[in-house]
């Protein structure tokens, strides 16, 4: 009688090694960023399981483990009614966090250095205060005739590079209001005192997205000026560049219009912004 054939005993999977492990781990969590994140970018307030299932190229159950996991932590809500999904307040309470260490100066501070290195010139900051703007700093080149300003003096917001620049990117109803609390005054015999005049100048300046200026503020003087953007669009801050008028014409060189508005654009991508 044969004797029977010993069964051979099915394989267990091999555990997976400690750095397997890891790699899947850090996987998980990058998921999990790249969820989180999703909602920052995305334009509608509150988000579906299928919505970012789609745009990030994963399942709809691993969206949902990632959700769920990011609730347990606050960092998402739910509407039980329409089990649509939105940033919850341990998010918000980080972008406010983020927002209350940054400081516009110190993040331009290298730029306003690159600026004046490469133009020869001097680069400023100004912020607004009221219905007034003012600036905050400056790097100035090593030149004999140069263009130096007074930091803190307030100036109004019709008269210069700077200051258009504010009123260019108001909100329509923000702009008419200061325009009817303000007649324009001149500062300079160049400074732009007609309503329908500075409207059209604005106009155009939003358009190109930087302002120029000769003589408006200080006569014999010309510069130029892009607006710095926060996380919700509006103008927090301005960059210029500023000079000699007999010297300084900055439009007449493409790099310094692209020089100063990648500037200003990598300042306000610091400041959660983004087109």
Do not use: W
Not at 237 to 260: I, N, Q, T
């Amino acid at each position: 009688m044969p004797g029977r054939t010993a069964s051979t005993p099915d394989l267990a999977p091999a555990a997976p090694s400690e750095e397997e492990g890891q790699s899947r781990s850090i996987a998980a969590v990058e998921r999990a960023m790249d969820v989180l994140l999703y909602f920052g970018r995305a334009e509608q307030p509150d988000l579906g399981v299928t919505e970012i299932a789609t745009a990030l190229g994963l399942t709809k159950a691993a969206v949902h483990r990632i959700l769920t996991a990011l609730r347990s932590r606050e960092l998402i809500t739910v509407d039980p009614a329409t089990r649509r999904y939105a940033l919850g307040h341990a998010a918000v309470a980080l972008g406010r966090a983020y927002l209350a260490r940054t400081d516009v100066r110190a993040m331009a501070a290298p730029e306003l250095k690159f600026l004046s290195q490469r133009t020869d010139e001097t680069a400023t900051l100004s912020l607004r205060r009221g219905d007034t703007r003012l600036y905050v700093d400056q790097v100035v080149p090593d030149q004999e005739l140069r263009l130096e300003v007074s930091l803190g003096i307030p100036f109004p917001l019709n008269a210069g590079a700077s200051s258009k620049t504010f009123l260019a990117f108001l909100p329509d109803f923000e702009l008419d209001a200061y325009l009817a609390r303000h007649p324009l005054a001149a500062v300079t015999d160049r400074t732009i005192t007609d309503p329908a005049k500075l409207r059209k100048d604005l106009a155009a300046v939003r358009k190109r997205g930087y302002s120029t200026s000769l003589g408006e503020r200080q006569a014999g003087a010309a510069s130029i000026a892009a607006p710095i953007f926060d996380h919700d669009g509006r103008v927090v801050a301005v960059l210029s560049v500023a000079g000699p008028a007999l010297r300084f014409k900055p439009e007449a060189d493409p790099d310094v219009v692209a020089d100063l508005l990648g500037c200003a654009g990598r300042i306000s991508a610091q400041l959660g912004y983004s087109v």
